[in-house]
């Protein structure tokens, strides 16, 4: 069965930091891009970021270029999301996602599976 855990939202203040985390399971990892997205209340979901298998390489939507870093662990099969300069507007519901080997997951159609998602809500 696949698996995408995601944890580690929470409240925290404008300007804060938080750490999101993705554990999969029940599927190859490395051959599978993996990305976060992110659903505020009134509004659909959007990509925010991802990374391939194949070599690593990253996509940031616009809006959190410089501030939000993403990492992978082929290891441990998981996935980080480093969120710092934290704004009001980031406040959603984060999702992590799993889709084909190096598809840059921008839109909820290039993803395959999905985990369920954890709240981080930013407090200005």
């Known amino acids: 069965e696949v698996q995408l855990q995601a944890s580690g939202g929470g409240l925290v203040q404008a300007g804060g930091s938080l750490r999101l985390s993705c554990a999969a399971s029940g599927f190859r990892f490395d051959d599978y891009a993996i990305g976060w997205f992110r659903q505020a209340p009134g509004k659909g979901r959007e990509g925010v970021s991802c990374?391939?298998?194949?070599?690593?390489?990253?996509y940031y939507t616009d809006s959190v270029k410089g501030r939000f870093t993403i990492s992978r662990d082929n290891v441990k099969d998981t996935v980080s999301l480093q969120m710092t300069s934290l704004k009001a507007e980031d406040t959603a519901v984060y999702y992590c996602?799993?889709?084909?080997?190096?598809?840059?997951?921008?839109?909820?159609?290039?993803?395959?599976?999905w985990g369920q998602g954890t709240l981080v809500t930013v407090s200005s």
């Open positions: 996602a799993a889709g084909a080997k190096d598809r840059e997951l921008r839109s909820s159609d290039d993803a395959l599976y």
């Open positions: 990374i391939s298998s194949s070599d690593g390489s990253t």
